[in-house]
């Protein structure tokens, strides 16, 4: 900058110098010129002076400003070699630095500058560059982790679906698993090494009064005490599990006593649980078991009554023909009598007169009355024992009402009961099975009667009936036996013809009557037998529907609707 500073007060002096020295000329131009213009005794005007003066002025004035030109001219070559430097440092490649070189000590600070800041560019250039090449390691090392990290997360969208559809599937086998054993109408219970419970289906919990999954952790001894009685169990769980079985168990811990039958067998040791127990209700069995011994010695004793029946019979005969004789040998007819008579000495007459009087006569009568009303007994009881279910034949339907109703009047007490069929229909024929249809109309029958007996109406001038009666249908006969009794309650009619099922005490009723009676006439004859509340407002009504067959010849009845 000094340098600088001296240039240019060297131009100054050297125009200082050419200012005085073109002043000086001038001066002495014009001092010349009026030396000759007065040598010459020329007049010089002042105008003239004045112009020339100018003109001299002018000239020097020229020739400084050229001067300086030059002089500004020689200053700028140092100027545009710096620019020609510039514009070709900045058309090179990025890649290399920028130097500029420079002779000219006036412009040599500027040079460093610009050498200064092209450094410093070209650093910033090359920290861009690697600034813009990490930017695009970390685009291709991004771009390479997101294809990495799409192939991952499809490979897991891919297993989470496989999983998903895993789960789907142990969730359906487990709901499927869980609603078979649910459904099962036993108790199960999967015990660990201690007896408790680790699993059991909503039968266990209904029988034990308590929701299934809330028995989890409870020992099952506590629970059900019986068990502690057989010993099916293993004592600790050093004790080995094994396959045992009990029969018969009578169980009260449950909400209803029950007969069953318990099962233990051990699982595998992978397993969570150590054994089973599976408890079955066998009550009905146990009952069946012991309604079937019954039914044997019914059978037995039904057979001992069918041979004593044949052997009360022949004395019964022996009565009535002795009886028969008797009268024959009072009689005033016979000669035999009048001889034997006349031998001893008595009138037959006499003997007439005193048997009379003493109402010996009545007697006789009511010993064959009874005798025969005994015989009619015995008839119907030999043929209501036989075993006749496969031999089905005709009969009227007048002989089937009049059969039942005396084995029925045998049976037990009836009340009052009115019989209705009309002489057409009970001249109607049906092909069954006599005994057993006189099985169910006497079962309905005596149904009747006992819900009579137990019976207390309010009404004033009730007191009980039934009717029997047999109404013609379009396809069949139906014996209809109704009472004016309590009835059925609703929630009971569902389950009246279900075995076993009973509103009687223990010891009154089996619950098979009804059950029985519904098996014989649907089964054995195709038939229908329906219950319906009587038509009066209160008591019962029994249809029993045998339909035509083509054995059983139809008369022209008029069916009722």
Known sequence: MLIRHKAMLAIIVICSLMIITLTSISVFAIEYARQIYLQNNISLKTSEFIIFAVFLVLIATSGLFGLYALLRKWQLISFHSLQQDILAAIDQPSDKPVVIQTNDPDIQPLVQTLNDLFWVKDQRSQHLLIAHQKADMARIRATRLANETRAINEALANEISIRQDVENQLQDTKNLLDGILNAMPTALFALDSRNHIVQCNRQAGEWLNRDHTQLKGLPLLELIPELTKVALLPKTPAHPALLQKAERLAISSFTQSMITHVLVYPLSEQQQARIVVRIDD??????????????????????????????????????????????????????????????????????????????????????????????????????????????????????????????????????????????????????????????????????????????????????????????????????????????????????????????????QGTGLGLSVSYFIITSHHNGKLTYAPNSRGHGARFDVFLPFTSAAPEHPITPVE
């Not at 001249?427 to 006992?450: D, F, G, M, Y």
């Not at 029997?468 to 036996?481: E, L, N």
């Open 282 to 507: 066998v009550s009905h069995r146990h009952k069946m078991e012991e309604i079937m011994v019954q039914t044997e010695k019914m059978m037995t004793v039904g057979g001992l009554a069918a041979g004593m029946a044949h052997e009360i019979n022949n004395p019964l005969g022996a009565i009535l023909q002795n009886l028969q004789n008797i009268r024959r040998r009072t009689q005033q007819s016979l000669d035999a009598n009048v001889e034997v008579a006349d031998s001893i000495g008595i009138e037959l007459d006499d003997v007439q007169k005193y048997l009379e009087q003493r109402a010996v006569f009545t007697f006789y009568d009511h010993i064959q009355e009874a005798g025969e009303r005994a015989a009619g007994i015995i008839k119907n009881m030999l043929q209501f024992a036989r075993n006749d279910q496969q031999n089905k034949r005709i009969i009227a339907v007048g002989e089937l009402m009049d059969s039942t109703l005396a084995i029925a009047s045998n049976d037990f007490s009836l009340t009052d009961i009115t019989v209705l069929a009309s002489d057409d229909l009970r001249q109607q024929t049906l092909e069954c099975v006599p005994s057993e249809i006189q099985q169910v109309l006497v079962n309905l029958l005596r149904n009747a009667q006992q819900a009579l007996d137990a019976f207390e109406s309010a009404e004033v001038d009730w007191h009980p009936a039934i009717i029997f009666k047999a109404v013609a249908q379009k396809s069949g006969i139906s014996f209809v036996i109704e009472d004016n009794g309590p009835g059925i309650e609703h929630n009971h009619i569902k389950h009246i013809f279900e075995p076993f099922f009973t509103t009687k005490e223990v010891s």
